[in-house]
């Protein structure tokens, strides 16, 4: 599994309604990803930034989730350019749902 952390500014003005509305706006498009695995979007006001950590089947699918189209919407939309990260996600605990998610043993 890999976590990808995305960031980025949201113009000077633009409502935590506004902000809260786009993240619904998408949900559906995220939920029909089958290689995601889960999705939790991130507003900071003080910063005056947005975006999500992401877990993902494989990195692939995040790369190819968030190419270049992708990129050149965020920056269309909100005048920035995105900061992305990745991490190897050996285990992760699911509160919410009871599991511990984790590789295979082995592999």
């Known amino acids: 599994m890999i976590a990808e952390y ?3 500014d949201v113009p ?10 786009g993240m619904r706006a998408v ?3 995220w939920r029909a990803n ?8 991130v507003y900071d006001p003080e910063q005056g930034q947005t975006g999500a950590f992401y877990l993902w089947k494989n990195k692939e699918a995040a790369l190819l989730a968030h190419g270049e189209d992708w990129r050149h ?5 909100f005048g920035s350019v995105p900061v992305i ?20 043993p082995g592999t």
């Open 73 to 77: 919407g965020v920056l269309e939309t």
């Open 34 to 41: 089958a290689d995601l695995i889960r999705k939790t979007f």
């Open 85 to 104: 990260r990745y991490f190897q996600t050996p285990l992760v605990v699911d509160n919410a749902l009871q599991q511990t998610i984790g590789e295979t």
């Open 6 to 8: 995305v960031l980025f």
């Open 27 to 29: 949900a559906p498009k």
């Open 12 to 21: 000077a003005g633009m409502t935590r309604e506004q902000v809260v509305a």
